[in-house]
């Protein structure tokens, strides 16, 4: 059986909306915060996992249309505790995270591509992540919940060394996402593994060398 080329096919809606709302359930409900290490206002989860399943099993645009989706979803049933400032946020990071993969995989999708995908995403999502932490998401959470130095302090707590926005973003936001995107790449090329047989159905290459 050959894979849609038609990214908005019945079939492939249906696909991508259950692979949203696995997204919206991971990020809802599986979520974890790790105070010791990193401010509890950042939250490790692996919602990411379905939009770079979404490109390997549906369309290579599939996973951007899931990261939006999952965020609409999110607002729609759980609304938000961010005024949107979270859930821009994560489209955009999760956008920059999954692009390299997309771009990567669009004519050979080995695993060994899979794998480079995935880690320059983790690459992309941690410079995109500093940028939009750095002049939207932080000063908009400044303004709506507390105070910037509230923020900072947080971190300071952590780690003596963050002392201003730089510094947090430098020694909390970045490590932070190199860590989860390094445990959704690693996630991701584990279910690669498993869902071989269904990939090669669907009419990719998925070369486990």
């Known amino acids: ?82 005024a949107y400032v979270g859930e821009l946020a994560n489209i955009v990071i999760s956008i920059g995270y999954i692009l390299p993969l997309t771009l990567m995989t669009r004519k050979k999708r080995s695993l060994k591509q899979v794998g480079l995908g995935l880690g320059l995403g983790v690459v992309t999502m941690t410079i995109v992540g500093a940028v939009v932490n750095y002049y939207i998401m932080l000063p908009l959470y400044a303004k709506l919940f507390m105070p910037l130095d509230s923020i900072i302090e947080m971190g300071h707590v952590i780690y003596s060394k963050i002392v201003d926005k730089g510094t947090l973003i430098l020694y909390s936001i970045v490590p932070f996402n190199l860590v989860k995107g390094t445990l959704v790449a690693g996630a991701s090329i584990l279910l690669v593994r498993g869902l071989k047989p269904v990939i090669v159905q669907l009419g990719y290459k998925a070369d486990t060398k």
């Open 1 to 82: 059986m050959q894979r849609e080329n038609k990214l908005f096919s019945t079939v492939n809606l249906i696909k991508m909306a259950l692979l949203a709302v696995i997204a919206v359930i991971l990020m809802q409900f599986v979520a974890i915060k790790l105070p010791a290490i990193f401010p509890s206002f950042l939250e490790l989860d692996l919602s990411e996992v379905p939009a770079i399943i979404g490109i390997l099993t549906v369309h290579p645009l599939a996973g951007i249309v899931i990261v939006i989706l999952k965020n609409i979803l999110k607002v729609l049933l759980f609304q938000t505790t961010t």
